[in-house]
């Protein structure tokens, strides 16, 4: 929405006339107009996108540049209403990536150096590059928010480290590309996931090339407790190796390896693969800052809570909710979660990064222990009383039944930017129809830390959740641009493909990993939200396996082949290299 000042002219009514002259010429479509009283200088015009470029004669490619422009021309406030459509079209997406690479290794796979050049694809501006996340995302492991500022005044958020791997020596190249595209944004982990897949795929590269099963690769270049972190962290909690060891035994993924080779030779057009996925996750707190409002209601004894996260999906009210309930010792149906508005829930930090859901309980649990450090003196009086009289006693005795809290953490040193690390495991498996290049997931395995959960529902449901969504991302929902004018031609579902009832895998395995704990973690949990999403690369090497399987009836499988995100299935048929040749009986 844009508004311009209001202004007391008599041009602002001298040009009712020439809007009502617009209206009546452009074919309008969704139009709302306010017949208000000319005399009152703040009347609001609406419109739908297509009649604001009608209007202006030109059209625009930002929203805000178009209701600047009918605010100069009317003078007035304008509002603009456009189509899901239309936001698909002029919106950017998460970034496209281009990467090269050379990695340095021995015999049996143990990484001496990598050296990367990334180039992000980031449209018109780069003002949410996570391009400079793939230096210290790159060694699959940890999350660190810092921000480069370079001379043409665009900025990248820098998230960092995600995978378990320890490359003695790394060199990395980073280039944000200025496209003729809209500006390319932030989506759910961003960089992080990107980045787990570079280094996955180089992981793959390497096992091809020594003949070895790509997680007995990616098992010899794990680190150990007490080594240091691209960031130079030194590591005290890496559990990844007992978890990698211990998942592969309850996923059977040696003897579900065996039964793919027997399948792929007895099959001459259907081929099966399967991949797995490690990953190691670091919970940075460092300029993150949220804050929390409680009041407790003395007619009953219900409890408001006020925080400064966004509940977009993800749980963090019911967790909130979970936390205030059990640090006051109240059922959870007394306490509601109210929307949060700047007067009580001002300068929060954006809601991102993982960490929200747990800074925010970390504030509420704050609040909690004010309230009730208030509260116990007249509670230790009342030993037989219910909540709701101890509350109204309180009120009687004029005690503040109140409190608010400001969380901004921040770790020891510079070289410790991570909190804790959390850990988890993918296993993947494909089957393809190598003449149609479309593929089922037979079944997935995923293991994820979440330490002691606050609320194992929810966080069951975001791995599932985060799961599905990669599962989009790396398959189907694929961007294509009309070549000569550039405009997005998968703006709608016709075209463009997210994950329905049909992509879920017929087999899905989901557990939180047993008798873990966090003692850096708020009430001992781990960070969930966006972490499985990164492991969701696997369906990736996974269809690269059955692809391989099938280039190897034509014996074209022992050379390494370049694959491209998302595996649409156009993608896959072609890269399984059918030849009408092959369509012959035995």
């Given at each position: 929405m844009g508004r311009l000042g209001a202004?007391?002219?008599?041009?602002?009514?001298?040009?009712?006339?020439?809007?009502?002259?617009?209206?009546?010429?452009?074919?309008?479509?969704?139009?709302?107009?306010?017949?208000?009283?000319?005399?009152?200088?703040?009347?609001?015009s609406c419109f739908s996108r297509s009649c604001c470029q009608q209007v202006i004669k030109f059209p625009r490619n930002d929203s805000a540049d178009e209701c600047s422009d009918l605010c100069l021309k009317f003078c007035r406030p304008v509002k603009m209403f456009q189509s899901l459509w239309d936001s698909a079209k002029m919106i950017g997406k998460r970034n496209p990536y281009y990467v090269e690479y050379e990695a340095g290794f021995d015999a049996n796979g143990k990484l001496a150096g990598i050296i990367t050049n990334v180039y992000a694809n980031c449209g018109q501006t780069a003002t949410e590059s996570p391009v400079s996340a793939v230096t210290l995302w790159g060694d699959n492991g940890q999350c660190l928010f810092f921000r480069i500022y370079n001379f043409i005044k665009e900025f990248t958020y820098c998230c960092v480290t995600i995978l378990g791997?320890?490359?003695?020596?790394?060199k990395v190249s980073m280039t944000n590309?200025?496209?003729?595209?809209?500006?390319?944004?932030?989506?759910?982990?961003?960089?992080?996931?990107?980045?787990?897949?570079?280094?996955?795929?180089?992981?793959?590269?390497?096992?091809?090339?020594?003949?070895?099963?790509?997680?007995?690769?990616?098992?010899?270049?794990?680190?150990?407790?007490?080594?240091?972190?691209?960031?130079?962290?030194?590591?005290?909690?890496?559990?990844?190796?007992?978890?990698?060891d211990s998942f592969l035994t309850s996923a059977s993924y040696r003897q579900r390896l065996q039964d793919a080779a027997t399948f792929n030779l007895n099959n001459r057009w259907r081929k099966r693969g399967i991949s797995v996925t490690p990953m190691k996750y670091g919970s940075t707190w460092n300029g993150n800052n949220f804050n929390c409002f409680i009041s407790i209601f003395h007619s009953g004894g219900t409890v408001a809570v006020s925080h400064g996260g966004v509940e977009m999906g993800q749980g963090i009210n019911t967790k909130?909710?979970?936390?205030?309930?059990?640090?006051?010792?109240?059922?959870?149906?007394?306490?509601?979660?109210?929307?949060?508005?700047?007067?009580?829930?001002?300068?929060?930090?954006?809601?991102?990064?993982?960490?929200?859901?747990?800074?925010?309980?970390?504030?509420?649990?704050?609040?909690?222990?004010?309230?009730?450090?208030?509260?116990?003196?007249?509670?230790?009086?009342?030993?037989?009383?219910?909540?709701?009289?101890?509350?109204?006693?309180?009120?009687?005795?004029?005690?503040?039944?109140?409190?608010?809290?400001?969380?901004?953490?921040?770790?020891?040193?510079?070289?410790?930017?991570?909190?804790?690390?959390?850990?988890?495991?993918?296993?993947?498996?494909?089957?393809?129809?190598?003449?149609?290049g479309e593929h089922q997931i037979t079944r997935m395995d995923v293991i994820h830390d979440c330490g002691e959960s606050m609320s194992p529902l929810v966080d069951v449901g975001q791995i599932e959740g985060a799961i599905v969504m990669g599962l989009g991302y790396y398959t189907s929902e694929e961007l294509v641009y009309e070549k000569t004018t550039?405009?997005?031609?998968?703006?709608?579902?016709?075209?463009?493909?997210?994950?329905?009832?049909?992509?879920?895998?017929?087999?899905?395995?989901?557990?939180?990993?047993q008798n873990s704990s966090n003692p850096s973690g708020v009430l001992r949990s781990k960070l969930v939200a966006e972490p499985p999403l990164c492991m969701t690369c696997s369906v990736v090497f996974a269809l690269r396996e059955a692809i391989k399987a099938a280039r190897d009836e034509i014996s074209q499988g022992h050379d390494w082949f370049q694959i491209n995100a998302p595996m649409t299935v156009e993608k896959v048929q072609q890269y399984c290299l059918p030849d009408i040749a092959q369509f012959t009986y035995n």
């Open positions: 202004r007391r002219s008599r041009s602002m009514f001298g040009r009712q006339e020439e809007l009502d002259q617009c209206i009546g010429e452009a074919n309008w479509g969704r139009l709302w107009w306010k017949n208000l009283s000319r005399q009152h200088n703040c009347m609001w791997y320890n490359c003695p020596n790394w590309c200025k496209t003729n595209l809209p500006a390319n944004t932030w989506t759910r982990a961003p960089g992080s996931t990107e980045s787990i897949f570079f280094i996955e795929y180089i992981m793959e590269h390497i096992a091809q090339t020594l003949g070895k099963p790509s997680i007995d690769v990616k098992r010899a270049n794990f680190y150990k407790n007490g080594d240091r972190t691209i960031t130079g962290q030194p590591l005290k909690d890496f559990t990844l190796a007992e978890l990698t909130v909710a979970q936390v205030v309930a059990y640090e006051l010792g109240i059922p959870l149906d007394l306490v509601s979660i109210k929307p949060n508005f700047s007067l009580t829930n001002a300068n929060a930090n954006s809601t991102g990064g993982s960490v929200t859901s747990e800074l925010v309980s970390l504030a509420a649990i704050n609040c909690c222990s004010q309230l009730k450090a208030r509260i116990d003196p007249i509670k230790n009086t009342m030993p037989n009383a219910s909540w709701s009289d101890i509350i109204e006693a309180c009120f009687v005795k004029t005690i503040d039944l109140s409190a608010r809290s400001w969380i901004a953490p921040k770790t020891t040193g510079d070289d410790a930017p991570v909190n804790y690390n959390t850990y988890g495991v993918t296993c993947t498996e494909v089957e393809l129809d190598v003449l149609t550039g405009a997005l031609v998968t703006y709608s579902t016709w075209k463009y493909k997210p994950p329905t009832t049909k992509d879920i895998p017929i087999d899905f395995r989901v557990q939180i990993l």
